[in-house]
């Protein structure tokens, strides 16, 4: 038999779905800077006051929105890497790439408030920096296991470039080689430049076969961090 409780909990699950649904709607009409909870809770049929017991303030809607969009991807690309398999390293990074394109693809308006421009006066909390960071952690555990199998190729780094190279793998992956972090750092920027160029019309009237485009670029991008194909 259900509790009061339970009902209750499952209503503000319901309602906290539809509000956020919403405002995905209003991202893709009027985009992240004119986000209102006002004028999501006249779409919804609420009263403001009633809104505001879900999220205090238009920020904190951001939030939400925001965590979800980097779970989703996440989420998209540990399956895609779940799929590959026993695949080599080179194999999973390409898997991984073309599972962030296929989502920012299916999801434009919510990739564009997660790697698009600022939303202005809005200050993204450290509650968003675990979800955002799960890509790039895969992809980070893709070059590890290449390291442990057989190595990876090291691009040799210019001295000014040392310590900083040295201080970024000490924080993310005091395992793998400072050469390794550099390339995968800027393998990792590269990766959504492409999805970002592809997304917001840059490659348009220049890439025709964009698919298969992004599946060499995205090979080019394993080599360039070590990932071997052989």
């Known amino acids: ?8 909990a499952r209503a503000r699950i319901e309602v906290t779905a539809a509000i956020k649904d919403e405002a995905r709607r209003q991202l893709a009409a009027e985009g992240a800077a004119k986000l209102s909870l006002r004028a999501v809770a006249r779409e919804l049929g609420m009263v403001s006051s009633a809104l505001y017991r879900y999220f205090p303030s238009r920020d904190e809607l951001l939030t939400a929105l925001i965590i979800d969009a980097y779970d989703s991807l996440g989420a998209a690309a540990e399956a895609a890497d779940a799929k590959a398999g026993g695949a080599i390293p080179a194999g999973r990074w390409v898997a991984v790439c073309e599972a962030v394109r296929g989502w920012a693809l299916a999801h434009p308006h919510e990739y564009a408030l997660i790697y698009g421009s600022p939303v202005p006066g809005y ?8 979800p955002a ?33 040295q201080r970024m793998a000490a924080a993310l992956a005091p395992d793998l ?19 970002g160029f592809e997304l917001f019309g840059q ?10 485009f992004f599946r060499h670029a995205a090979s080019r991008l394993a080599h360039e961090v070590g990932l071997v194909f052989s």
């Open 123 to 130: 200050s993204a909390p450290e509650t968003t920096i675990p």
């Open 133 to 165: 960071a799960r890509v790039g952690l895969l992809l980070i555990d893709i070059v590890r296991d290449a390291y442990r199998r057989n190595g990876v190729a090291r691009t040799p780094l210019p001295a000014e470039l040392k310590p900083e190279a």
């Open 177 to 195: 080689p400072p050469e390794a972090i550099a390339s995968m750092i800027a393998a990792w920027a590269q990766l959504y430049g492409l999805v």
């Open 203 to 212: 490659f348009n009237k220049v890439v025709e076969d964009r698919e298969a």
């Open 1 to 8: 038999m259900n509790t009061p409780r339970g009902a209750r």
